[in-house]
């Protein structure tokens, strides 16, 4: 055949003759045998995240002190001419912002000396964050106010060493809280800031000390405005999580007569009977809040996304030689141990095993006892509470990682129709826990079936909060397929289901794995939706803590939290195995 | 399909990612058709980016082409005027890709199973399965590598494995990526040679991609050349290499020396004539294509036929002769190579390891007049 004429270029009529109709399809395949599954997912994303969104913004219109269905704005009025919002605002950003502050510090620095340093100790620092992750945070306030209470060992000692009556610290009190808070944040911290300094390339800090500067000329000149961007974003997302706090206000501040917006919402949620109007209009005002706030962590975690400096293969960052002050940095290892995990678990071990609450001291240690463990051990209460955690926490982070799995796959992979679905799971970040709270109860409410108190309602609500956790890990873990893995499978003849199954599943499942564990230590901990939720037969450990606690029962909590921690602990050093293993996505927490 | 006329057909084929413009030429293909007998070896030839990938992966099924049809034997893959298509996991193709794509959780026997396991309507118990994976294996030389862990093996072995797999169920076309472009240079040798020798042995309808001209000459029953997403030539690989249509395609297959000049009055195919260069010397060149007047074409001399001689050597009948001076040498062993600078540009000549010419002395370069060819030259 002639060449030339086959050949002869379609340079005016191509663009024209091609049919615009297929220029998005896509070897997935067409029609509804791909828009189908695409468009179920997309539904169960929408009836999940859009209704809570939906219900809050509409009871925060409604005025339930005067008859009829008219919108109104009546609630924000008297919000906003309430001075006391103001004081709740400026308490809750000075709350979290100092908050912010100190974990960051305390975190950034021990990160930097176990991951960039020759320091001693350094597996201290992973033990402290493993068993912290997985101590629920009732727990440290809960020794935290032993601690630093009037008649706790710091005060104490004080008082004899001062000889006066006052106080060293207040722990219902804004300092108080922020050490409180600080200190529960600098394992994630910790966490966060090892993924970035390990990621920092050791040629260029090489290169200034070549220059002739020393070890903290560089760390000043070179690491720190590297490491800039990243730790900035992460400044950002603890805050967010930090305004959103909900155990140390209402533990700490409420006692203390200290009002922040959390506490506010459970405060009118739980007034007899509750002010859903008003809780509402606080909700929306959080929502925009955190909306902000996350706006401003995208920017900035986008910039720091240009400062990661891996250079591929074989990149291994060398530790500094610190010298003579390799002392200085186990020293602060061992600060770090002692104060977030040794301090707290000790108070919380002392109170376990002591019959009632009483300040450490060498003449009460001839009466200690295990009648607290006996007595969670035996008590069917327990057992019942430890196995709803189980159930729920189970539940909830396995439908949020197949869920994220499979919406993962759609959206990185372009199916057709599947442009909404990241938004649709990313949505529930803008809902802090308290307020997806508030909203499901008036789901539960309005729902015919009696979702109301039960178990099912607390695993819907920890799913759409999750979500966007388990898409953290589920994402990158797709992306790290190589798109020729599933051509080559569609091509032997697999389907896309079989493509799913056979090719993207298999090689998801570390980051899956990571992902379930992750959901299951936060669900298992979280109280601030679980208590809103909770019916009497439907309790979540962290509530029943919370229950006792408020009850007095110090020493069961104790009990009941050493035997949760130490199998929660075991799980967060599986998880924090596998995200080590799965290099890629660390740091993805 | 099996057994009947497994001719692969392919009509206008097009798919464009953004048209062409002023500067860049279109990203993907123009429309392009051709006609594979059963167990011909085709290549698809050109620099990168042309658009030979776009071409393959529509014919996988892997992109869907804008416009055009495709057709295997008596099935219709694709057709853009009766919308007809043949979902890529109904095609029965194999292929191998640039990356091999070798699952990594699964052993070398359960990649290569694969295609058997998943194939609709058609059940096999495991005792099939075993003996046509070992076939396979067999066949690509990775006999008793059934147990190993894919990516426990060497690149060559990969790519084996990779080929195993494309062929198990033997397919009614076997598709191939750049398959030897990961390989260092001495296990491609080697490779090429297997996978001639392989495929000649199935008997399978090959579609070949590459960019390296040694690989497309030595290997394929049919070259295509392709620039820019345009196909240039097709034809064997002696009819490309011996009658270039065009100076992209003589450029493309191997270095040469393109002289520029312009045609005075029309040319008939294969006539013999002389042209002006445009630095003004008349050469006697041959036309293996017809060319019409007033045509910018470009005297194509490859070094290998150009000799050299001292100025005023008595010149062969027949000949050109070119006066110019010596620029650089170089030797390479089994060869000195000259670069001789002309009044306008410069020509490259190979000659024999002991020729003895100095840098700055002047020599005449000259040239058979039936080693010069007169192209159409597009680029200008
Ligand atoms: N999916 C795509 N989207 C947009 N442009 C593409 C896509 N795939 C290929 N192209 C463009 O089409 C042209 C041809 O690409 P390709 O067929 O991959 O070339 P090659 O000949 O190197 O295999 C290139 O310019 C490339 O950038
Ligand atoms: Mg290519």
């Not at chain 1, 100092?98 to 340093?117: D, F, H, K, P, Y």
């Not at chain 2, 490859?302 to 062969?316: M, Y």
Request: aromatic share 8%; glycine share 8%; proline share 6%.
């Amino acid at each position: 055949m002639s060449a030339t004429q086959l050949a002869a270029p379609a340079e005016t009529g191509a663009e024209a003759r091609r049919p615009a109709r297929r220029k998005a399809a896509n070897w997935r395949g067409r029609g509804w045998r791909v828009r189908l599954p695409v468009f179920a997912v997309t539904t169960i994303l929408a009836l999940l995240v859009l209704p809570p969104l939906v219900i809050l913004v509409r009871t925060s219109l409604t005025d339930y002190s005067a008859p009829g269905d008219d919108l109104t704005l009546y609630n924000f009025t008297s919000l906003f001419a309430d001075p006391l919002l103001y004081v709740s605002a400026f308490n809750s950003v000075l709350f979290a912002a100092l908050s912010t502050l100190l974990s960051l510090i305390i975190g950034a620095v021990v990160a930097w000396i176990v991951e960039r340093s020759n320091a001693p100790f350094k597996r201290l620092a992973v033990l402290t964050t493993v068993i912290s992750l997985g101590t629920p945070a009732i727990l440290y306030v809960y020794a935290w106010v032993f601690l630093l209470g009037r008649a706790g060992p710091v005060n104490a000692t004080w008082r004899w060493l001062t000889g006066t009556r006052d106080n060293l610290v207040d722990i219902y009190s804004i300092p108080g809280m922020v050490l409180v808070e600080g200190f529960l944040w600098v394992p994630l911290v910790f966490l966060l800031c090892s993924a970035t300094f390990k990621r920092q390339n050791a040629d260029l800090e090489e290169a200034a000390r070549m220059s002739g500067a020393n070890v903290f000329d560089t760390v000043l000149r070179v690491s720190l405005p590297m490491a800039k961007p990243a730790l900035l974003g992460l400044a950002l997302f603890i805050f967010i999580r930090n305004i959103e706090a909900f155990d140390v206000p209402v533990l700490l501040g409420t006692p203390g007569g200290i009002k922040l917006l959390t506490s506010d919402v459970y405060l009118a949620m739980t007034r007899v009977p509750p002010d859903l109007g008003h809780s509402s209009a606080f909700a929306v005002i959080m929502i925009l809040l955190v909306s902000v706030l996350l706006y401003f962590y995208g920017r900035v975690s986008r910039s720091a996304d240009r400062y990661a400096s891996v250079t591929g293969k074989g990149f291994r960052p060398r530790p500094f030689d610190l010298g003579r002050y390799r002392w200085v940095g186990g020293a602060i290892i061992l600060l770090n141990f002692l104060l977030v995990l040794a301090a707290p678990l000790s108070a919380i071990l002392w109170n376990s095993v002591t019959p009632f609450v009483r300040p450490f001291s060498i003449a009460a240690l001839s009466n200690l006892s295990v009648g607290n463990y006996t007595q969670v051990l035996t008590d069917p209460y327990y057992l019942d509470m430890a196995l709803n955690t189980v159930i729920v926490a189970t539940a909830a982070a396995t439908v949020a990682v197949a869920l994220t799995a499979v919406v993962a796959w759609f959206s990185v992979r372009n199916f057709p129709g599947s442009q909404a679905l990241e938004h649709l799971v990313s949505l529930p970040i803008v809902l802090p826990g308290i307020v997806l709270g508030v909203a499901m109860i008036q789901i539960a409410l309005r729902t015919p079936f009696g979702l109301y108190g039960t178990l099912w309602l607390i695993v819907i609500a920890f799913v759409i909060r999750y979500m966007p956790y388990g898409m953290r890990y589920a994402q990158p873990g797709v992306m790290q397929i190589h798109r020729e893995l599933e051509e080559a499978a569609g091509i032997a003849g697999a389907g896309q289901a079989g493509i799913f199954r056979r090719v993207v599943f298999p090689l998801l499942s570390p980051a899956l794995l990571a992902a379930w564990l992750f959901i299951f230590l936060l669900a298992s901990k979280e109280l601030s939706i679980a208590i809103l939720l909770a019916g009497s037969n439907s309790k979540t450990i962290a509530v029943a803590m919370f229950d006792q606690w408020t009850n007095g029962q110090a020493g069961e909590v104790a009990a009941l939290g050493m035997i949760w921690t130490v199998l929660m602990s075991c799980l967060a050093a599986l998880m924090i195995w596998l995200t080590g293993k799965d290099k890629k996505s660390e740091g993805t927490l | 399909m099996h057994g009947k006329d497994m001719t692969l057909e392919v009509r206008n084929l097009g798919k464009l990612y953004w048209p062409k413009n002023g500067k860049t030429p279109g990203g993907g293909i123009q429309p392009i058709s051709f006609s594979l007998k059963p167990g011909t070896f085709f290549t698809l030839l050109g620099p990168s980016g042309c658009g030979k990938t776009t071409t393959l992966r529509c014919i996988a099924g892997l992109e869907q082409p804008d416009e055009g049809s495709l057709r295997l034997g008596e099935t219709v893959f694709f057709d853009a005027d009766t919308d007809a298509l043949v979902p890529l996991n109904r095609r029965n193709i194999g292929m191998v890709f640039q990356s091999y794509a070798i699952w990594p959780h699964m052993t070398v026997f359960e990649n290569v199973a694969f295609p058997l396991r998943v194939e609709k309507g058609v059940k096999r118990d495991k005792a099939q399965i075993a003996r046509m994976v070992d076939v396979a294996l067999t066949t690509v030389g990775l006999a008793g590598y059934a147990s190993r862990s894919a990516t426990q093996l060497s690149g060559g072995q990969q790519q084996r494995v990779a080929l195993a797999r494309a062929i198990v169920r033997q397919p009614g076309l076997l598709l191939l990526d750049e398959p030897l472009s990961n390989l260092d240079a001495r296990l491609r040798d080697e490779m090429r040679n297997e996978l001639k020798r392989l495929q000649k042995q199935i008997g399978i309808t090959t579609v070949y991609v590459t960019h390296d001209q040694h690989e497309a000459l030595e290997m394929s029953d049919v070259i295509a050349v392709i620039n820019a997403g345009v196909l240039e030539q097709m034809g064997s690989p002696r009819e490309i290499y011996d009658r270039p249509r065009n100076a992209f395609v003589a450029s493309f297959m191997g270095g040469t020396n393109l002289l520029p000049a312009r045609t005075e009055a029309a040319v008939a195919e294969d006539a013999r004539q002389t042209v002006r260069l445009e630095a003004g010397q008349d050469v006697s060149v041959v036309f293996p294509y017809a060319v019409p007047a007033g045509r910018k074409i470009a005297v194509s001399v490859r070094p290998e036929a150009v000799q050299l001689a001292p100025v005023g050597t008595p010149l062969p009948a027949g000949w050109n002769e070119l006066i110019g001076k010596v620029g650089t040498s170089g030797f390479l062993g089994n060869m000195m190579r000259y670069s001789i600078d002309l009044p306008t540009g410069r020509i490259e000549a190979h000659q024999p390891p002991d020729a003895g010419f100095a840098e700055g002395d002047a020599v005449s370069v000259r040239f058979a007049a039936d080693k010069a060819l007169g192209l159409i030259d597009q680029a200008a």
